[in-house]
């Protein structure tokens, strides 16, 4: 790989010119990216784990991004994902895959929110909805480089941000409804929350292990994915579909139900069929 003439390779004290620190700093980030925008010979090509911001809900968080790159003719950075597993082509997991994407998402979030700030006015133009992944090859510490078309996920993320005002509102609605001062960080009022439990929840949400162990409890058809949860709502949980299937637990309780029950033994009768 190479960056504006100059080949990237393991960092040296020579290199210092061109590579930044992994700075501690807040402010030094924005001084090299002031740089960039500036044109100045000295920004660098890479900057290594730079402390940037999103704000959300009026406070901003603190975000590092593994790598932003741009060699010297290109006009800003971009933001690059390292991870540690390999690169296994169409094999590769697409949840570790969704997982890069997502956070390469939230650098570029960063990165335009930075610039604004410097006064850029088409920080979607300056940084696009690009990133870069970098995963080993298979049997070896060679690294593999997959650009990575952000759209999607940048899409998606922006909604929640600008949606987090509302939600916000209605999470402290929710825990007025529970009780007087009721807060997240009691275990009894978590509990006491709706479970929403998806699969793609262990993707991004810290909660997910605690919701999981809830909606199993309850055998929530969500636990299947969104499609399952559509099909068997009827039914309400997956062991009631289970009754259905075999015959159990007395008549339908509803029509909905009942034709759940028909569709599941039609399902059952043709896939005896084709074994």
């Given at each position: 790989?190479?960056?504006?003439g100059r080949g990237c390779?393991?960092?040296?004290?020579?290199?210092?010119?061109?590579?930044?620190?992994?700075?501690?700093?807040?402010?030094?980030?924005?001084?090299?990216?002031?740089?960039?925008?500036?044109?100045?010979?000295?920004?660098?090509?890479?900057?290594?784990?730079?402390?940037?911001?999103?704000?959300?809900?009026?406070?901003?968080?603190?975000?590092?991004?593994?790598?932003?790159?741009?060699?010297?003719?290109?006009?800003?950075?971009?933001?690059?994902?390292?991870?540690?597993?390999?690169?296994?082509?169409?094999?590769?997991?697409?949840?570790?895959?969704?997982?890069?994407?997502?956070?390469?998402?939230?650098?570029?979030?960063?990165?335009?929110?930075?610039?604004?700030?410097?006064?850029?006015?088409?920080?979607?133009?300056?940084?696009?909805?690009?990133?870069?992944?970098?995963?080993?090859?298979?049997?070896?510490?060679?690294?593999?480089?997959?650009?990575?078309?952000?759209?999607?996920?940048?899409w998606s993320l922006e909604?929640?941000?600008?949606?987090?005002?509302?939600?916000?509102?209605?999470?402290?609605?929710?825990?007025?409804?529970?009780?007087?001062?009721?807060?997240?960080?009691?275990?009894?009022?978590?509990?006491?929350?709706?479970?929403?439990?998806?699969?793609?929840?262990?993707?991004?949400?810290?909660?997910?292990?605690?919701?999981?162990?809830?909606?199993?409890?309850?055998?929530?058809?969500?636990?299947?994915?969104?499609?399952?949860?559509?099909?068997?709502?009827?039914?309400?949980?997956?062991?009631?579909?289970?009754?259905?299937?075999?015959?159990?637990?007395?008549?339908?309780?509803?029509?909905?139900?009942?034709?759940?029950?028909?569709?599941?033994?039609?399902?059952?009768?043709?896939?005896?069929?084709?074994?």
């Amino acid at each position: 790989m190479s960056m504006g003439g100059r080949g990237c390779s393991p960092c040296t004290a020579s290199m210092a010119g061109w590579l930044s620190p992994r700075a501690k700093s807040p402010c030094l980030p924005i001084r090299l990216l002031d740089q960039k925008l500036a044109g100045h010979p000295d920004a660098p090509n890479l900057i290594i784990q730079p402390q940037l911001s999103v704000p959300l809900l009026g406070i901003d968080h603190t975000i590092k991004p593994d790598v932003l790159v741009a060699s010297d003719a290109e006009a800003f950075y971009r933001p690059v994902e390292v991870k540690s597993y390999a690169d296994r082509a169409g094999k590769t997991a697409q949840a570790d895959l969704r997982s890069a994407c997502r956070q390469n998402a939230v650098a570029v979030v960063g990165l335009r929110t930075a610039v604004t700030r410097l006064g850029v006015s088409h920080s979607e133009a300056l940084v696009p909805a690009d990133g870069d992944l970098v995963l080993k090859s298979p049997g070896s510490s060679l690294p593999t480089l997959r650009p990575m078309v952000l759209v999607g996920e940048l899409w998606s993320l922006e909604n929640v941000l600008r949606a987090a005002p509302g939600a916000l509102a209605n999470l402290e609605g929710l825990l007025r409804g529970i009780r007087s001062g009721a807060a997240l960080d009691d275990p009894a009022v978590l509990d006491a929350i709706p479970n929403n439990y998806q699969p793609s929840c262990a993707e991004h949400c810290p909660l997910a292990k605690r919701c999981k162990r809830q909606a199993q409890a309850l055998g929530d058809p969500g636990l299947l994915g969104a499609q399952a949860r559509e099909e068997f709502a009827a039914a309400g949980s997956l062991p009631r579909v289970l009754d259905l299937l075999g015959g159990r637990g007395g008549p339908s309780r509803t029509a909905a139900e009942g034709d759940l029950a028909a569709r599941l033994w039609e399902t059952s009768a043709e896939l005896q069929k084709a074994v």
